[in-house]
């Protein structure tokens, strides 16, 4: 199993461009999440999906959207990147079996920088 | 959401115990976990305790859990420079992280 995968591993945009920034998992898990990790911040949940066709917002969803079309991927869209967006995005799934502690399988990462 | 309480930073030299704390605020979290994040990595799930248990030993970390004041906490024995990294505590499905707190091991 390859786990989280997540590309691309740095970007740099300017403002007001877009861009996705992909994930998938090959392990079935129904449980996938985007977290943004900002220096004092710790990590701040986006958004999540808890099953294919089902997203909700987590702390901080302005500026992203998400969609959940296969079990497989959880794609991150910046419609119009602004420079607070500058950070590094982790995404995350989870079986969400409850019985097996529910840990989440974090992706390395892509650092973003926007101009 | 729900608050996580940690100190950000935390230093010991090697060979000495580290003690890493979090506080929270949900009640209802089945488990606690513990995440490690390397320099440049993502986290790693470190440990997790169940929410029925007080204490919970995997080789050099013990991890405890306060219901009551609902504190966790998480020692590591005999601390080595490559325990250096930032360490997540997690409630609720881990949606809800603490900060982290960034260990530092000095020789």
């Known amino acids: 199993n390859a786990g989280v995968t997540q590309t691309p591993k740095f970007q740099v945009l300017k403002t007001g461009q877009s861009m996705t920034l992909q994930c998938a998992q090959d392990m079935n898990h129904e449980y996938m999440s985007w977290y943004r990790q900002d220096p004092g911040m710790g990590l701040r949940l986006i958004h999540y999906s808890v099953g294919a066709g089902i997203t909700d917002q987590g702390e901080v969803p302005n500026g992203y959207n998400v969609s959940r079309s296969t079990t497989e991927d959880f794609p991150l869209r910046l419609l119009s990147a602004a420079p607070s967006q500058t950070s590094v995005y982790f995404c995350?799934?989870?079986?969400?079996?409850?019985?097996?502690?529910?840990?989440?399988?974090f992706g390395p990462g892509t650092r973003l920088t926007v101009l | 959401g729900e608050d996580v309480e940690q100190s950000l930073f935390l230093s010991v030299r090697e060979g000495d115990s580290s003690v890493i704390n979090c506080t929270y605020t949900?009640?209802?979290?089945?488990?606690l976990y513990w995440y490690k994040q390397e320099p440049g990595a993502g986290l790693q799930l470190l440990t997790y305790i169940f929410s029925n248990m007080d204490m919970k030993q995997d080789q050099r970390l013990t991890v405890l859990l306060n219901k009551k004041d609902k504190h966790l906490s998480l020692r590591i024995a005999d601390t080595q420079t490559g325990d250096s990294a930032i360490y997540f505590c997690?409630?609720?499905?881990?949606?809800?992280f603490g900060k982290g707190t960034s260990l530092l091991v000095t020789p």
């Open positions: 949900d009640s209802s979290s089945t488990y």
């Open positions: 995350a799934s989870s079986p969400l079996s409850g019985a097996d502690g529910d840990e989440q399988f």
């Open positions: 997690a409630v609720t499905y881990a949606l809800n």
